[in-house]
């Protein structure tokens, strides 16, 4: 059965202070793999797609980088804005549903 | 243009009524996803279409749950005689024919006295 798991389940920052996010996956033909963030309230907003190990994309103050077994979000100098849920999902094998974990809360304080 | 759009954005019903959510796709996005997301628990996948075809359907949870989608555009979920435990925030999102970004709605928060 595919897996998805986040961690840390929180994350406190102060503004300026990098930090990294990980998803870790198990999964049969990964076809690709997602990050979205997520505000109270609000639905997910895409941020990135990675389709294969070695894979890097950059987005302002994040950067998403992708292994055979896991996925970091990398956040350089956070500001508060940058406070929200960071959910990571698969998509695999012949389906086009997507299989999240359960995200990452992250504040930034000032 | 415009996003995903739901409606209502907030439903609340007793126990053992019938409820329909709305779903508004991009326009042009012929693939309709429903998820749902409870307290604690990550993004669930319900059911996928492809124009009003539901190839997927392997996530709605119980035979309550039934949800269909015309004209390629519009589609309704809907939950029979309603439980607690489908108190969520039930979260539509579309995507172009070949690709696999999906773009969601803001959800619609279901609480269920």
């Known amino acids: 059965e595919d897996q998805v798991t986040q961690s840390p389940e929180a994350l406190r920052l102060q503004e300026g202070e990098s930090s990294s996010l990980n998803c870790s996956y198990t999964?049969?033909?990964?076809?690709?793999l997602f990050w979205y963030r997520q505000d109270p309230g609000k639905g997910p907003e895409f941020l990135f797609t990675?389709?294969?190990a070695g894979e890097e994309k950059e987005k302002e103050r994040l950067k998403a980088t992708l292994t055979k077994k896991e996925s970091f979000l990398h956040i350089t100098a956070p500001k508060p804005e940058d406070s929200a849920t960071y959910l990571c999902?698969?998509?695999?094998?012949?389906?086009?549903?997507?299989?999240f974990g359960k995200g990452t809360s992250l504040l930034v304080t000032p | 243009g415009a996003g995903v759009s739901q409606s209502p954005s907030n439903k609340v019903t007793e126990k053992g009524k019938d409820v329909e959510l709305r779903c508004d796709p991009i326009?042009?996005?012929?693939?309709l996803y429903w998820y749902r997301q409870s307290l604690g628990q990550g993004l669930e996948f319900l059911i996928y279409?492809?124009?009003?075809?539901?190839?997927?359907k392997s996530g709605l949870p119980s035979d309550r749950f039934s949800a269909e989608r015309t004209g390629g555009s519009v589609s309704t979920l809907t939950i029979q005689r309603t439980q607690q435990e489908d108190s969520a925030v039930y979260l539509c999102?579309?995507?172009?024919?070949?690709?696999?970004?999906?773009?969601f709605g803001a959800g619609t928060r279901l609480s269920v006295l």
């Open positions: 279409f492809q124009g009003n075809s539901a190839p997927d």
């Open positions: 999102a579309s995507s172009l024919r070949g690709q696999n970004i999906q773009y």
């Open positions: 999902a698969v998509q695999a094998g012949s389906g086009y549903a997507l299989n």
């Open positions: 326009s042009g996005h012929t693939a």
């Open positions: 999964v049969s033909g990964l076809r690709g």
């Open positions: 990675l389709y294969s």
